[in-house]
């Protein structure tokens, strides 16, 4: 199993719909996660970190559920804007401070 | 506070020849990581560095590559008799103890 999984999509959604994402990982004891995003031929830029009490910024809603070891993001109102590369990133104990990648999901809004 | 800073943005070399790409972390972070991403892949863990140390070189290419820290100066990728293969995009980013990752914009390399 592969320490950190996600859909590749592509998600393909109109303006103004909410779309989810969910991304899941393989080590128990990791303490830190982060969904950050990607445009083309870009570096991936953090988007929001995930806490255990779940947190909201604006139309971006991210949560964490332990017990199943998944982590989401959901995306209100979408905006034309919002078409990248979405990757779940997860820090496991025992690598220092090395962060894993998922491979990302890609998220297509259609006018 | 300047960003992860990258150069070149953009290289080209020819196979059997030396590529190195420089990385320049944000203020006030000692933490330096770079990660490869081939074309339409995701991004690949390559190495952790601290100043003066490596932390996790698990991601490193066992021929060909190094990576250093110095104290003083740019985190320094080293690919030595480039292939075509190595033909990339290779992000640094740089973190706090503890923190988020920053990422720089990236060094493209073109083998021909």
């Known amino acids: 199993r592969k320490e950190v999984e996600q859909d590749p999509g592509p998600f393909n959604v109109p303006e103004g719909a909410t779309v989810a994402f969910n991304c899941t990982y393989s080590?128990?004891?990791?303490?830190?996660f982060f969904w950050y995003r990607q445009d083309c031929r870009k570096e991936p830029k953090l988007l929001m970190s995930v806490y255990s009490s779940g947190n909201e910024d604006g139309r971006f809603t991210a949560q964490l559920n332990r017990a199943s070891q998944y982590i989401s993001l959901l995306i209100r109102d979408s905006k034309l804007s919002d078409s990248a590369t979405y990757l779940c990133v997860v820090n496991p104990l025992g690598y220092g401070q090395n962060f894993v990648f998922g491979p990302g999901t890609r998220l297509s809004v259609l006018p | 506070n300047a960003g992860v800073m990258q150069n070149p943005r953009h290289l080209v070399r020819r196979r059997g020849q030396e590529a190195r790409l420089r990385c320049s972390p944000m203020?006030?972070?000692?933490?330096v990581y770079w990660y490869r991403q081939l074309p339409e892949e995701g991004l690949k863990f390559m190495v952790y560095?601290?100043?003066?140390?490596?932390?996790?070189e698990s991601g490193m290419p066992k021929e060909r590559f190094s990576a250093e820290f110095p104290k003083e100066g740019p985190s320094i990728l080293r690919i030595q008799q480039v292939v075509r293969g190595d033909s990339a995009a290779y992000f640094c980013?740089?973190?706090?103890?503890?923190?988020?990752?920053?990422f720089g914009p990236g060094t493209r390399l073109t083998v021909l």
């Open positions: 203020k006030g972070h000692s933490h």
């Open positions: 980013a740089s973190s706090p103890p503890g923190g988020e990752q920053f």
């Open positions: 080590n128990s004891a990791s303490q830190s």
């Open positions: 560095l601290q100043k003066e140390n490596i932390i996790d």
